[in-house]
Protein backbone atom coordinates (compact mmCIF):
# COMPACT_ATOMS: atom_id res chain seq x y z
CA UNK A 1 0.00 0.00 0.00
CA UNK A 2 2.97 2.57 0.16
CA UNK A 3 3.12 2.83 -3.21
CA UNK A 4 -0.43 3.96 -3.11
CA UNK A 5 -0.17 6.39 -0.45
CA UNK A 6 3.25 7.67 -2.87
CA UNK A 7 2.83 7.26 -6.44
CA UNK A 8 -1.30 7.53 -6.69
CA UNK A 9 -0.72 8.60 -10.28
CA UNK A 10 1.69 6.68 -11.60
CA UNK A 11 -0.26 3.74 -10.19
CA UNK A 12 -3.66 4.72 -12.06
CA UNK A 13 -1.95 5.69 -15.45
CA UNK A 14 -0.29 1.47 -15.01
CA UNK A 15 -4.07 0.25 -14.25
CA UNK A 16 -5.66 2.42 -17.08
CA UNK A 17 -2.74 1.04 -19.70
CA UNK A 18 -2.92 -2.75 -18.66
CA UNK A 19 -7.02 -2.02 -19.33
CA UNK A 20 -6.01 -0.61 -22.49
CA UNK A 21 -3.68 -3.53 -23.45
CA UNK A 22 -6.44 -5.43 -22.87
CA UNK A 23 -9.23 -3.79 -24.40
CA UNK A 24 -7.16 -3.39 -27.40
CA UNK A 25 -6.67 -7.04 -27.62
CA UNK A 26 -10.13 -7.56 -27.76
CA UNK A 27 -10.47 -5.30 -30.70
CA UNK A 28 -8.02 -7.52 -32.52
CA UNK A 29 -10.74 -10.17 -32.25
CA UNK A 30 -12.90 -7.96 -34.90
CA UNK A 31 -10.42 -9.20 -37.91
CA UNK A 32 -11.54 -12.21 -37.57
CA UNK A 33 -14.75 -11.34 -39.93
CA UNK A 34 -12.39 -9.35 -42.35
CA UNK A 35 -12.20 -11.00 -45.44
CA UNK A 36 -9.66 -8.89 -47.15
CA UNK A 37 -5.89 -9.37 -47.87
CA UNK A 38 -4.33 -7.89 -44.96
CA UNK A 39 -1.30 -6.12 -46.05
CA UNK A 40 1.76 -4.81 -43.47
CA UNK A 41 0.93 -1.29 -43.10
CA UNK A 42 -2.71 -2.23 -42.66
CA UNK A 43 -1.87 -4.83 -39.90
CA UNK A 44 0.49 -1.82 -38.21
CA UNK A 45 -2.54 0.54 -38.70
CA UNK A 46 -4.86 -1.87 -37.33
CA UNK A 47 -2.91 -2.65 -34.30
CA UNK A 48 -1.74 1.03 -34.12
CA UNK A 49 -5.54 2.64 -33.91
CA UNK A 50 -7.25 -0.18 -32.01
CA UNK A 51 -4.95 0.42 -28.79
CA UNK A 52 -5.36 4.18 -29.42
CA UNK A 53 -8.75 3.89 -29.11
CA UNK A 54 -8.83 1.81 -26.20
CA UNK A 55 -6.93 4.32 -24.38
CA UNK A 56 -9.07 6.58 -25.26
CA UNK A 57 -12.35 4.58 -24.27
CA UNK A 58 -10.88 4.22 -20.82
CA UNK A 59 -9.27 7.67 -20.38
CA UNK A 60 -12.68 8.36 -18.81
CA UNK A 61 -11.65 5.76 -16.00
CA UNK A 62 -8.04 7.48 -15.83
CA UNK A 63 -9.71 10.96 -15.10
CA UNK A 64 -12.36 9.90 -12.79
CA UNK A 65 -9.66 7.91 -10.64
CA UNK A 66 -7.87 10.88 -10.73
CA UNK A 67 -10.19 13.26 -9.99
CA UNK A 68 -11.17 11.22 -6.72
CA UNK A 69 -7.85 10.31 -5.52
CA UNK A 70 -5.77 13.27 -5.64
CA UNK A 71 -7.39 15.92 -3.31
CA UNK A 72 -7.09 13.40 -0.33
CA UNK A 73 -5.14 10.07 0.93
CA UNK A 74 -8.03 8.31 1.88
CA UNK A 75 -9.69 9.09 -1.51
CA UNK A 76 -7.12 6.91 -3.26
CA UNK A 77 -8.31 3.72 -2.77
CA UNK A 78 -11.73 5.07 -3.91
CA UNK A 79 -9.70 6.59 -7.09
CA UNK A 80 -8.56 3.02 -8.57
CA UNK A 81 -11.57 1.44 -8.00
CA UNK A 82 -13.75 3.56 -9.91
CA UNK A 83 -11.25 3.22 -12.74
CA UNK A 84 -11.33 -0.25 -12.46
CA UNK A 85 -15.25 -0.42 -12.23
CA UNK A 86 -15.54 1.74 -15.15
CA UNK A 87 -12.39 -0.48 -17.52
CA UNK A 88 -14.66 -3.65 -16.58
CA UNK A 89 -17.87 -1.75 -17.80
CA UNK A 90 -16.14 -1.00 -21.12
CA UNK A 91 -14.92 -4.28 -21.46
CA UNK A 92 -17.89 -5.70 -21.01
CA UNK A 93 -19.25 -4.12 -23.52
CA UNK A 94 -16.72 -4.55 -26.11
CA UNK A 95 -16.82 -8.17 -25.21
CA UNK A 96 -20.59 -8.05 -26.06
CA UNK A 97 -19.91 -5.80 -28.90
CA UNK A 98 -17.53 -7.80 -30.90
CA UNK A 99 -19.99 -10.79 -30.45
CA UNK A 100 -23.03 -8.49 -32.20
CA UNK A 101 -20.48 -7.53 -34.63
CA UNK A 102 -18.93 -11.07 -35.65
CA UNK A 103 -23.03 -12.37 -35.99
CA UNK A 104 -24.21 -9.12 -37.43
CA UNK A 105 -21.70 -6.91 -38.30
CA UNK A 106 -22.96 -3.42 -36.28
CA UNK A 107 -21.48 -2.39 -33.21
CA UNK A 108 -24.23 -1.58 -30.31
CA UNK A 109 -26.03 1.44 -30.91
CA UNK A 110 -28.45 3.29 -30.27
CA UNK A 111 -31.07 1.13 -32.09
CA UNK A 112 -29.70 -2.10 -30.35
CA UNK A 113 -30.38 -0.55 -27.06
CA UNK A 114 -33.29 1.24 -28.14
CA UNK A 115 -34.55 -2.35 -28.52
CA UNK A 116 -33.40 -3.33 -25.31
CA UNK A 117 -34.61 -0.39 -23.24
CA UNK A 118 -38.27 -0.83 -25.39
CA UNK A 119 -41.10 -2.76 -24.68
CA UNK A 120 -41.02 -6.51 -24.45
CA UNK A 121 -37.42 -6.78 -25.40
CA UNK A 122 -37.75 -10.80 -25.03
CA UNK A 123 -39.69 -10.54 -28.47
CA UNK A 124 -36.40 -8.96 -29.78
CA UNK A 125 -33.95 -11.01 -28.51
CA UNK A 126 -33.75 -14.34 -27.42
CA UNK A 127 -30.89 -16.47 -25.48
CA UNK A 128 -30.87 -19.47 -24.36
CA UNK A 129 -28.59 -20.97 -21.50
CA UNK A 130 -25.43 -21.90 -22.67
CA UNK A 131 -25.51 -18.07 -23.97
CA UNK A 132 -25.84 -17.12 -19.89
CA UNK A 133 -23.94 -19.44 -19.11
CA UNK A 134 -20.87 -18.36 -21.27
CA UNK A 135 -22.25 -14.51 -20.36
CA UNK A 136 -21.50 -15.53 -16.88
CA UNK A 137 -18.29 -17.05 -17.66
CA UNK A 138 -16.99 -13.95 -19.26
CA UNK A 139 -17.71 -11.60 -16.23
CA UNK A 140 -16.30 -14.34 -13.67
CA UNK A 141 -12.94 -13.88 -16.33
CA UNK A 142 -12.85 -10.76 -15.99
CA UNK A 143 -13.12 -10.24 -12.89
CA UNK A 144 -10.03 -12.43 -12.17
CA UNK A 145 -7.66 -10.66 -14.54
CA UNK A 146 -8.93 -7.30 -12.67
CA UNK A 147 -7.61 -8.86 -9.88
CA UNK A 148 -4.18 -9.75 -11.51
CA UNK A 149 -4.14 -6.07 -12.53
CA UNK A 150 -4.58 -5.04 -9.24
CA UNK A 151 -1.68 -7.20 -7.69
CA UNK A 152 0.65 -6.35 -10.67
CA UNK A 153 0.30 -2.85 -10.81
CA UNK A 154 0.65 -2.50 -6.83
CA UNK A 155 3.78 -4.37 -7.74
CA UNK A 156 5.08 -2.75 -10.42
CA UNK A 157 4.41 0.85 -10.11
CA UNK A 158 7.24 0.83 -6.97
CA UNK A 159 9.95 -0.04 -9.74
CA UNK A 160 8.92 2.15 -12.74
CA UNK A 161 10.76 5.50 -12.03
CA UNK A 162 8.87 8.59 -13.85
CA UNK A 163 10.63 8.65 -17.17
CA UNK A 164 8.69 5.08 -17.78
CA UNK A 165 5.78 6.98 -17.16
CA UNK A 166 6.24 9.75 -18.99
CA UNK A 167 7.38 7.45 -22.31
CA UNK A 168 3.95 5.31 -21.97
CA UNK A 169 2.11 8.45 -22.27
CA UNK A 170 4.15 9.51 -24.91
CA UNK A 171 3.84 6.48 -26.70
CA UNK A 172 0.31 6.37 -27.08
CA UNK A 173 0.42 9.99 -28.31
CA UNK A 174 2.20 8.79 -30.96
CA UNK A 175 0.04 5.67 -31.85
CA UNK A 176 -2.78 8.20 -31.83
CA UNK A 177 -1.15 10.44 -34.28
CA UNK A 178 -0.04 7.99 -36.28
CA UNK A 179 -3.34 6.24 -36.94
CA UNK A 180 -4.79 9.55 -37.73
CA UNK A 181 -3.04 10.61 -40.36
CA UNK A 182 -2.42 6.85 -42.01
CA UNK A 183 -6.94 7.47 -42.01
CA UNK A 184 -5.96 10.84 -43.31
CA UNK A 185 -4.14 10.25 -46.38
CA UNK A 186 -6.41 6.72 -46.75
CA UNK A 187 -9.88 8.61 -46.97
CA UNK A 188 -8.40 11.69 -48.96
CA UNK A 189 -6.32 9.33 -51.52
CA UNK A 190 -9.70 6.53 -51.55
CA UNK A 191 -7.41 3.64 -49.93
CA UNK A 192 -10.29 1.29 -48.76
CA UNK A 193 -9.00 -0.81 -46.60
CA UNK A 194 -7.47 1.21 -43.78
CA UNK A 195 -11.12 3.24 -43.91
CA UNK A 196 -12.43 -0.44 -43.57
CA UNK A 197 -10.11 -1.79 -40.61
CA UNK A 198 -11.88 1.61 -38.82
CA UNK A 199 -15.03 0.11 -39.36
CA UNK A 200 -13.85 -2.56 -36.88
CA UNK A 201 -13.59 -0.28 -34.25
CA UNK A 202 -16.96 0.52 -32.50
CA UNK A 203 -17.84 4.38 -32.21
CA UNK A 204 -14.33 5.57 -34.11
CA UNK A 205 -14.07 8.40 -35.46
CA UNK A 206 -10.89 8.84 -36.94
CA UNK A 207 -9.70 12.31 -38.28
CA UNK A 208 -10.45 13.02 -42.19
CA UNK A 209 -8.55 16.51 -44.01
CA UNK A 210 -10.12 15.76 -47.51
CA UNK A 211 -10.17 19.63 -48.82
CA UNK A 212 -6.94 20.23 -47.32
CA UNK A 213 -4.72 17.48 -48.44
CA UNK A 214 -6.66 17.89 -52.54
CA UNK A 215 -5.42 21.74 -51.92
CA UNK A 216 -1.75 20.95 -51.15
CA UNK A 217 -2.15 17.96 -54.11
CA UNK A 218 -1.94 15.24 -51.45
CA UNK A 219 -5.87 13.76 -52.17
CA UNK A 220 -6.85 11.88 -54.77
CA UNK A 221 -10.17 9.84 -55.47
CA UNK A 222 -11.54 9.59 -52.19
CA UNK A 223 -14.61 12.54 -52.86
CA UNK A 224 -15.99 10.21 -55.75
CA UNK A 225 -19.73 9.40 -55.61
CA UNK A 226 -19.47 11.39 -52.29
CA UNK A 227 -23.10 11.61 -50.57
CA UNK A 228 -24.63 13.95 -47.70
CA UNK A 229 -26.21 11.90 -45.29
CA UNK A 230 -27.30 13.94 -43.68
CA UNK A 231 -31.49 13.56 -43.63
CA UNK A 232 -32.51 15.45 -40.19
CA UNK A 233 -35.35 16.00 -38.77
CA UNK A 234 -37.27 17.39 -41.96
CA UNK A 235 -40.98 17.16 -41.96
CA UNK A 236 -42.41 14.82 -44.68
CA UNK A 237 -44.25 15.51 -47.69
CA UNK A 238 -45.83 12.17 -48.46
CA UNK A 239 -48.14 11.84 -50.25
CA UNK A 240 -46.79 14.62 -52.70
CA UNK A 241 -50.28 15.48 -54.39
CA UNK A 242 -53.42 14.98 -52.27
CA UNK A 243 -54.76 11.79 -52.89
CA UNK A 244 -57.66 11.17 -55.91
CA UNK A 245 -59.84 8.51 -55.28
CA UNK A 246 -62.59 6.45 -57.53
CA UNK A 247 -65.39 5.27 -55.35
CA UNK A 248 -66.46 2.96 -57.94
CA UNK A 249 -63.89 0.38 -57.03
CA UNK A 250 -65.76 -2.74 -55.26
CA UNK A 251 -64.14 -3.15 -52.11
CA UNK A 252 -62.70 -6.61 -50.79
CA UNK A 253 -61.64 -7.89 -47.76
CA UNK A 254 -57.67 -7.59 -47.34
CA UNK A 255 -55.19 -10.05 -45.61
CA UNK A 256 -52.06 -9.03 -45.24
CA UNK A 257 -50.19 -12.45 -43.48
CA UNK A 258 -46.69 -11.16 -42.87
CA UNK A 259 -44.03 -13.76 -41.80
CA UNK A 260 -40.77 -12.35 -39.73
CA UNK A 261 -37.56 -13.79 -41.00
CA UNK A 262 -39.08 -15.64 -44.27
CA UNK A 263 -36.46 -17.43 -46.41
CA UNK A 264 -37.44 -18.52 -49.72
CA UNK A 265 -35.92 -21.82 -49.42
CA UNK A 266 -38.42 -22.92 -47.01
CA UNK A 267 -41.39 -22.38 -49.70
CA UNK A 268 -41.75 -25.87 -51.13
CA UNK A 269 -43.76 -29.08 -50.55
CA UNK A 270 -41.56 -30.35 -47.94
CA UNK A 271 -40.75 -27.55 -45.46
CA UNK A 272 -44.52 -25.48 -46.11
CA UNK A 273 -46.55 -27.69 -47.77
CA UNK A 274 -49.58 -25.29 -47.52
CA UNK A 275 -48.13 -22.13 -48.66
CA UNK A 276 -46.30 -24.00 -51.62
CA UNK A 277 -50.27 -25.12 -52.22
CA UNK A 278 -51.51 -21.59 -52.34
CA UNK A 279 -48.22 -19.95 -54.06
CA UNK A 280 -49.62 -22.30 -56.97
CA UNK A 281 -53.05 -20.26 -56.57
CA UNK A 282 -51.75 -17.24 -56.22
CA UNK A 283 -49.25 -14.56 -58.33
CA UNK A 284 -46.34 -15.93 -57.03
CA UNK A 285 -43.18 -13.22 -57.46
CA UNK A 286 -40.03 -15.16 -56.67
CA UNK A 287 -37.59 -12.35 -57.48
CA UNK A 288 -39.08 -10.30 -54.67
CA UNK A 289 -36.85 -8.10 -52.33
CA UNK A 290 -37.14 -6.36 -49.20
CA UNK A 291 -36.67 -2.99 -48.96
CA UNK A 292 -34.60 -3.53 -45.72
CA UNK A 293 -32.90 -6.03 -43.97
CA UNK A 294 -34.53 -5.69 -40.61
CA UNK A 295 -37.94 -6.14 -39.05
CA UNK A 296 -38.44 -2.34 -38.49
CA UNK A 297 -37.53 -0.74 -41.92
CA UNK A 298 -38.63 -4.21 -43.36
CA UNK A 299 -42.27 -3.69 -42.27
CA UNK A 300 -41.87 0.26 -42.94
CA UNK A 301 -41.01 -0.28 -46.87
CA UNK A 302 -44.23 -2.72 -47.09
CA UNK A 303 -46.87 -0.78 -45.69
CA UNK A 304 -45.48 3.08 -46.59
CA UNK A 305 -44.08 1.54 -50.32
CA UNK A 306 -41.37 4.40 -50.01
CA UNK A 307 -37.54 3.69 -48.62
CA UNK A 308 -36.45 2.78 -44.69
CA UNK A 309 -34.23 6.23 -45.02
CA UNK A 310 -37.73 8.03 -43.96
CA UNK A 311 -38.36 6.00 -40.87
CA UNK A 312 -37.37 8.70 -38.36
CA UNK A 313 -39.18 11.36 -40.23
CA UNK A 314 -42.24 9.74 -40.66
CA UNK A 315 -42.17 8.70 -36.82
CA UNK A 316 -41.17 12.72 -35.86
CA UNK A 317 -44.27 14.25 -38.00
CA UNK A 318 -46.61 11.72 -37.62
CA UNK A 319 -47.01 10.62 -41.40
CA UNK A 320 -49.24 7.44 -42.03
CA UNK A 321 -48.90 5.21 -44.75
CA UNK A 322 -51.13 6.44 -47.52
CA UNK A 323 -52.34 2.73 -47.30
CA UNK A 324 -53.61 2.82 -43.75
CA UNK A 325 -54.79 6.53 -44.45
CA UNK A 326 -56.87 5.80 -47.29
CA UNK A 327 -57.92 1.88 -45.48
CA UNK A 328 -59.94 4.06 -43.08
CA UNK A 329 -61.16 6.65 -45.14
CA UNK A 330 -62.77 3.74 -47.37
CA UNK A 331 -64.36 2.89 -44.16
CA UNK A 332 -62.32 -0.38 -43.67
CA UNK A 333 -61.79 -1.88 -39.92
CA UNK A 334 -58.43 -3.12 -39.35
CA UNK A 335 -57.61 -5.06 -36.98
CA UNK A 336 -53.99 -6.50 -35.80
CA UNK A 337 -53.20 -9.83 -34.54
CA UNK A 338 -49.21 -9.19 -33.81
CA UNK A 339 -46.97 -12.24 -32.05
CA UNK A 340 -44.61 -9.78 -30.98
CA UNK A 341 -45.40 -6.24 -30.13
CA UNK A 342 -45.90 -4.13 -32.24
CA UNK A 343 -44.45 -0.51 -30.44
CA UNK A 344 -40.91 -2.30 -30.46
CA UNK A 345 -40.10 -1.52 -33.14
CA UNK A 346 -42.04 1.21 -32.73
CA UNK A 347 -44.58 0.86 -35.62
CA UNK A 348 -47.41 2.12 -32.91
CA UNK A 349 -45.76 5.70 -33.82
CA UNK A 350 -45.49 5.41 -37.13
CA UNK A 351 -47.52 2.43 -39.38
CA UNK A 352 -50.32 2.59 -36.79
CA UNK A 353 -50.15 6.24 -35.66
CA UNK A 354 -53.85 7.17 -37.32
CA UNK A 355 -54.96 3.96 -35.98
CA UNK A 356 -57.21 3.86 -33.10
CA UNK A 357 -58.32 0.78 -31.51
CA UNK A 358 -56.04 -1.99 -32.89
CA UNK A 359 -54.02 -4.56 -30.81
CA UNK A 360 -50.47 -3.45 -30.20
CA UNK A 361 -48.87 -6.32 -28.18
CA UNK A 362 -49.07 -9.93 -28.10
CA UNK A 363 -51.59 -12.09 -26.27
CA UNK A 364 -48.58 -14.15 -24.76
CA UNK A 365 -44.50 -13.96 -24.38
CA UNK A 366 -43.49 -17.11 -25.99
CA UNK A 367 -42.94 -16.46 -30.19
CA UNK A 368 -44.48 -19.73 -30.90
CA UNK A 369 -47.16 -19.18 -28.01
CA UNK A 370 -47.95 -15.51 -29.85
CA UNK A 371 -48.12 -17.46 -33.22
CA UNK A 372 -50.62 -20.08 -32.01
CA UNK A 373 -52.88 -17.25 -30.22
CA UNK A 374 -53.17 -14.82 -32.94
CA UNK A 375 -54.56 -17.54 -35.24
CA UNK A 376 -56.97 -18.89 -32.41
CA UNK A 377 -57.88 -14.94 -31.89
CA UNK A 378 -57.81 -14.43 -35.93
CA UNK A 379 -60.17 -17.54 -36.39
CA UNK A 380 -62.79 -16.75 -33.44
CA UNK A 381 -62.89 -12.74 -34.89
CA UNK A 382 -63.58 -14.20 -38.34
CA UNK A 383 -66.23 -16.41 -37.02
CA UNK A 384 -67.76 -13.63 -35.38
CA UNK A 385 -68.04 -11.23 -38.09
CA UNK A 386 -69.29 -14.09 -40.30
CA UNK A 387 -72.08 -14.48 -38.30
CA UNK A 388 -73.14 -10.38 -39.46
CA UNK A 389 -75.98 -9.50 -41.66
CA UNK A 390 -74.09 -8.81 -44.93
CA UNK A 391 -75.55 -5.42 -45.01
CA UNK A 392 -73.90 -4.68 -41.29
CA UNK A 393 -70.77 -5.97 -42.51
CA UNK A 394 -67.46 -3.07 -43.17
CA UNK A 395 -64.59 -4.54 -45.51
CA UNK A 396 -62.08 -5.82 -43.11
CA UNK A 397 -58.28 -5.05 -43.04
CA UNK A 398 -56.68 -8.38 -41.03
CA UNK A 399 -52.63 -8.02 -40.56
CA UNK A 400 -51.52 -11.34 -39.06
CA UNK A 401 -47.45 -11.15 -38.32
CA UNK A 402 -45.58 -14.69 -37.15
CA UNK A 403 -42.69 -13.76 -35.37
CA UNK A 404 -42.20 -17.46 -34.50
CA UNK A 405 -39.62 -17.94 -37.22
CA UNK A 406 -37.71 -14.80 -36.17
CA UNK A 407 -36.97 -16.68 -32.68
CA UNK A 408 -36.67 -20.47 -34.29
CA UNK A 409 -39.66 -21.09 -31.71
CA UNK A 410 -42.12 -23.93 -32.01
CA UNK A 411 -43.59 -26.06 -28.80
CA UNK A 412 -41.27 -28.20 -27.04
CA UNK A 413 -42.02 -31.99 -28.04
CA UNK A 414 -42.93 -31.64 -31.44
CA UNK A 415 -41.99 -34.15 -33.89
CA UNK A 416 -38.91 -32.21 -35.42
CA UNK A 417 -39.56 -33.69 -38.93
CA UNK A 418 -35.67 -32.19 -40.21
CA UNK A 419 -32.81 -33.75 -38.80
CA UNK A 420 -30.38 -33.40 -37.75
CA UNK A 421 -31.05 -30.52 -35.95
CA UNK A 422 -30.58 -27.99 -33.04
CA UNK A 423 -32.99 -28.08 -30.08
CA UNK A 424 -31.98 -23.96 -29.89
CA UNK A 425 -30.28 -21.87 -32.16
CA UNK A 426 -26.54 -21.68 -30.82
CA UNK A 427 -24.98 -18.38 -33.02
CA UNK A 428 -22.03 -18.48 -30.83
CA UNK A 429 -21.01 -21.15 -31.83
CA UNK A 430 -21.19 -20.24 -35.64
CA UNK A 431 -18.16 -18.93 -38.14
CA UNK A 432 -17.39 -18.54 -41.01
CA UNK A 433 -16.72 -22.69 -41.44
CA UNK A 434 -19.73 -23.60 -39.68
CA UNK A 435 -21.73 -26.51 -41.44
CA UNK A 436 -24.96 -24.48 -41.47
CA UNK A 437 -27.34 -27.58 -41.23
CA UNK A 438 -28.03 -28.05 -38.05
CA UNK A 439 -29.44 -24.68 -37.87
CA UNK A 440 -30.89 -24.67 -41.20
CA UNK A 441 -33.15 -28.13 -40.21
CA UNK A 442 -34.38 -25.92 -36.98
CA UNK A 443 -35.41 -22.62 -39.02
CA UNK A 444 -37.13 -25.52 -41.46
CA UNK A 445 -38.82 -27.24 -38.73
CA UNK A 446 -40.24 -24.02 -37.49
CA UNK A 447 -41.29 -23.05 -40.92
CA UNK A 448 -43.04 -25.99 -40.96
CA UNK A 449 -44.64 -25.53 -37.70
CA UNK A 450 -45.67 -22.11 -39.07
CA UNK A 451 -47.30 -23.01 -42.10
CA UNK A 452 -49.78 -25.33 -39.83
CA UNK A 453 -51.01 -21.84 -38.47
CA UNK A 454 -51.42 -20.34 -41.81
CA UNK A 455 -52.93 -23.39 -42.82
CA UNK A 456 -55.04 -23.06 -40.08
CA UNK A 457 -56.29 -19.24 -40.11
CA UNK A 458 -56.24 -19.24 -44.37
CA UNK A 459 -58.90 -22.29 -44.21
CA UNK A 460 -60.52 -20.53 -41.76
CA UNK A 461 -61.58 -18.40 -44.12
CA UNK A 462 -62.62 -20.28 -46.36
CA UNK A 463 -65.01 -22.47 -44.77
CA UNK A 464 -66.57 -19.45 -43.41
CA UNK A 465 -67.13 -18.06 -46.93
CA UNK A 466 -64.69 -15.15 -46.92
CA UNK A 467 -61.76 -16.26 -49.11
CA UNK A 468 -63.71 -15.47 -51.89
CA UNK A 469 -63.99 -12.03 -51.72
CA UNK A 470 -60.46 -11.45 -49.87
CA UNK A 471 -57.31 -10.30 -51.19
CA UNK A 472 -54.52 -12.37 -49.62
CA UNK A 473 -50.75 -11.23 -49.54
CA UNK A 474 -48.54 -13.15 -48.18
CA UNK A 475 -44.40 -12.29 -48.05
CA UNK A 476 -41.72 -11.76 -45.48
CA UNK A 477 -40.32 -8.22 -43.17
CA UNK A 478 -36.70 -9.68 -44.58
CA UNK A 479 -35.02 -13.09 -45.13
CA UNK A 480 -32.39 -14.75 -43.10
CA UNK A 481 -29.02 -15.30 -43.96
CA UNK A 482 -26.95 -18.79 -43.38
CA UNK A 483 -23.91 -17.80 -44.29
CA UNK A 484 -24.93 -17.89 -48.42
CA UNK A 485 -22.11 -15.34 -49.44
CA UNK A 486 -19.59 -17.55 -47.21
CA UNK A 487 -18.84 -13.75 -44.94
CA UNK A 488 -19.75 -15.12 -41.78
CA UNK A 489 -23.01 -13.56 -41.90
CA UNK A 490 -25.87 -15.49 -39.77
CA UNK A 491 -29.14 -14.00 -39.27
CA UNK A 492 -30.17 -10.76 -40.86
CA UNK A 493 -29.66 -6.62 -40.27
CA UNK A 494 -26.14 -7.15 -41.53
CA UNK A 495 -25.60 -6.87 -45.40
CA UNK A 496 -27.76 -6.02 -47.85
CA UNK A 497 -27.59 -8.58 -50.01
CA UNK A 498 -30.21 -10.65 -51.62
CA UNK A 499 -29.37 -13.67 -48.89
CA UNK A 500 -31.07 -10.91 -46.51
CA UNK A 501 -33.02 -8.79 -48.57
CA UNK A 502 -34.86 -11.65 -51.04
CA UNK A 503 -38.63 -12.97 -49.53
CA UNK A 504 -41.68 -15.01 -50.88
CA UNK A 505 -44.57 -12.91 -52.26
CA UNK A 506 -47.68 -13.66 -52.99
CA UNK A 507 -50.85 -11.97 -54.21
CA UNK A 508 -54.24 -14.43 -53.79
CA UNK A 509 -57.42 -12.41 -55.49
CA UNK A 510 -59.86 -15.05 -57.00
CA UNK A 511 -60.26 -12.55 -60.03
CA UNK A 512 -57.04 -12.83 -61.21
CA UNK A 513 -55.47 -15.91 -62.72
CA UNK A 514 -52.75 -17.58 -60.81
CA UNK A 515 -49.11 -17.09 -62.22
CA UNK A 516 -45.44 -16.91 -61.38
CA UNK A 517 -44.00 -14.18 -61.96
CA UNK A 518 -39.90 -13.83 -62.39
CA UNK A 519 -39.49 -9.59 -62.43
CA UNK A 520 -37.87 -8.12 -59.99
CA UNK A 521 -40.60 -6.73 -57.83
CA UNK A 522 -40.40 -5.14 -54.16
CA UNK A 523 -42.07 -4.40 -50.99
CA UNK A 524 -42.27 -0.62 -52.61
CA UNK A 525 -44.91 -2.42 -54.97
CA UNK A 526 -47.27 -3.66 -53.12
CA UNK A 527 -49.36 -0.51 -51.26
CA UNK A 528 -49.30 1.04 -54.72
CA UNK A 529 -50.79 -2.33 -56.06
CA UNK A 530 -53.28 -2.46 -53.19
CA UNK A 531 -53.95 1.53 -53.22
CA UNK A 532 -54.58 1.21 -57.37
CA UNK A 533 -56.52 -2.00 -57.58
CA UNK A 534 -58.47 -2.24 -54.23
CA UNK A 535 -58.84 1.59 -52.87
CA UNK A 536 -59.36 3.04 -56.21
CA UNK A 537 -56.77 5.65 -55.67
CA UNK A 538 -56.10 7.53 -58.94
CA UNK A 539 -52.73 9.50 -58.37
CA UNK A 540 -49.19 8.88 -60.14
CA UNK A 541 -47.46 6.22 -57.98
CA UNK A 542 -44.44 8.42 -57.39
CA UNK A 543 -46.81 10.82 -55.46
CA UNK A 544 -47.16 7.83 -52.86
CA UNK A 545 -44.54 5.19 -53.60
CA UNK A 546 -40.96 4.43 -54.98
CA UNK A 547 -42.45 1.49 -56.26
CA UNK A 548 -44.39 -0.27 -59.16
CA UNK A 549 -48.10 -1.83 -59.77
CA UNK A 550 -47.40 -5.47 -59.32
CA UNK A 551 -49.87 -6.16 -62.09
CA UNK A 552 -47.44 -4.25 -64.90
CA UNK A 553 -44.51 -5.57 -66.62
CA UNK A 554 -42.37 -2.65 -65.28
CA UNK A 555 -39.27 -3.46 -62.81
CA UNK A 556 -37.01 -1.15 -61.55
CA UNK A 557 -33.43 -0.67 -63.01
CA UNK A 558 -32.19 0.13 -59.14
CA UNK A 559 -33.57 -0.26 -55.67
CA UNK A 560 -32.59 2.11 -52.99
CA UNK A 561 -32.65 -0.60 -49.68
CA UNK A 562 -31.65 0.11 -46.24
CA UNK A 563 -32.40 2.63 -43.26
CA UNK A 564 -31.31 6.03 -42.44
CA UNK A 565 -27.93 4.46 -40.75
CA UNK A 566 -27.45 2.15 -43.60
CA UNK A 567 -28.29 2.59 -47.04
CA UNK A 568 -27.12 1.00 -50.57
CA UNK A 569 -28.13 1.29 -54.08
CA UNK A 570 -28.36 -1.92 -55.85
CA UNK A 571 -27.98 -1.95 -59.41
CA UNK A 572 -27.05 -5.02 -62.16
CA UNK A 573 -26.08 -7.40 -59.74
CA UNK A 574 -23.78 -4.67 -57.24
CA UNK A 575 -24.17 -3.42 -53.92
CA UNK A 576 -23.40 0.27 -53.46
CA UNK A 577 -23.62 0.62 -49.84
CA UNK A 578 -23.31 4.26 -48.51
CA UNK A 579 -20.73 3.90 -45.58
CA UNK A 580 -22.06 6.36 -43.09
CA UNK A 581 -18.88 8.58 -43.63
CA UNK A 582 -20.85 9.30 -47.35
CA UNK A 583 -18.23 7.10 -49.73
CA UNK A 584 -19.85 4.38 -51.42
CA UNK A 585 -18.43 0.76 -50.84
CA UNK A 586 -19.12 -1.40 -54.01
CA UNK A 587 -19.51 -4.83 -53.73
CA UNK A 588 -21.00 -8.08 -56.24
CA UNK A 589 -23.95 -9.78 -55.03
CA UNK A 590 -21.75 -12.03 -52.71
CA UNK A 591 -20.61 -8.52 -51.17
CA UNK A 592 -16.46 -9.30 -52.90
CA UNK A 593 -15.30 -5.69 -53.35
CA UNK A 594 -15.47 -4.93 -56.96
CA UNK A 595 -14.55 -2.08 -59.04
CA UNK A 596 -17.66 -1.89 -61.26
CA UNK A 597 -18.57 1.79 -61.51
CA UNK A 598 -22.08 2.88 -60.57
CA UNK A 599 -23.41 5.31 -64.10
CA UNK A 600 -23.63 9.03 -62.49
CA UNK A 601 -27.18 8.80 -63.65
CA UNK A 602 -28.16 6.46 -61.09
CA UNK A 603 -26.83 7.81 -58.32
CA UNK A 604 -28.05 10.88 -59.04
CA UNK A 605 -31.74 9.39 -59.19
CA UNK A 606 -31.30 6.89 -56.44
CA UNK A 607 -30.09 10.35 -53.82
CA UNK A 608 -33.19 12.02 -55.43
CA UNK A 609 -35.28 9.15 -54.16
CA UNK A 610 -34.05 9.65 -50.42
CA UNK A 611 -35.49 13.17 -50.20
CA UNK A 612 -37.97 13.37 -52.42
CA UNK A 613 -40.69 12.88 -49.75
CA UNK A 614 -38.91 15.37 -47.42
CA UNK A 615 -40.49 18.97 -46.93
CA UNK A 616 -38.77 21.32 -48.99
Known amino acids: MASMRTQPHRLLVLDWAFFS ?6 FLLQLRVYFQPLGVGDALYYGAASLFHAGVLLAPGLLLGLL ?36 FRFHLNGMVLELLAGPSPADV ?14 VALLLAVAVGFWRLGSWLVGRM ?3 GIIVLVVGFLGLGLGANAAHMLSAARGYTPVMD ?16 LARIGWGGNGDIYRVDIRQGAASMRYPIEPIVVQDSVPKKHILLLLIDTWNPLTLNDSVMPFLAEFARKSTYYTRHWSGSNGTKTGVFSLFYGISGVYFDNCMRSGTAPVLMDQLQFSGYQIRTYPSATLRNPPFSATVFCHTDSVRLD ?14 EHFIGDIQEFAKKDSAHQRPQFWFLFYDGLHAFSMPHGLCHRFQPAWENADWLSLNNDSDPTLLLNLYRNTAHFVDSLVRRAVS ?8 QNTVVVVTGDHSQEFNDNRKNYWGHASNLSAAQLHVPMLLYDTDVQPDTVRRWTSHYDVSPTLLRHYLGVCNPLDDYSQGFDLRDTL ?14 ILYHGCIYRVHPSGRLIATDSVLNATQEPLPPAIFNRATEQRRCFLAR
Open 362 to 375: SWVEASYGGDMALT
Open 161 to 163: KRR
Open 555 to 568: QPDFLLVGSEDDWA
Open 197 to 212: LSDLLPHYFPLRANRF
Open 21 to 26: LLLGGL
Open 460 to 467: ALDSLGLL
Open 125 to 138: FQFGASQWIMAAGA
Open 68 to 103: LGLPARRMRLLGRGALYLYSLLVLLLALLDVVVYGL
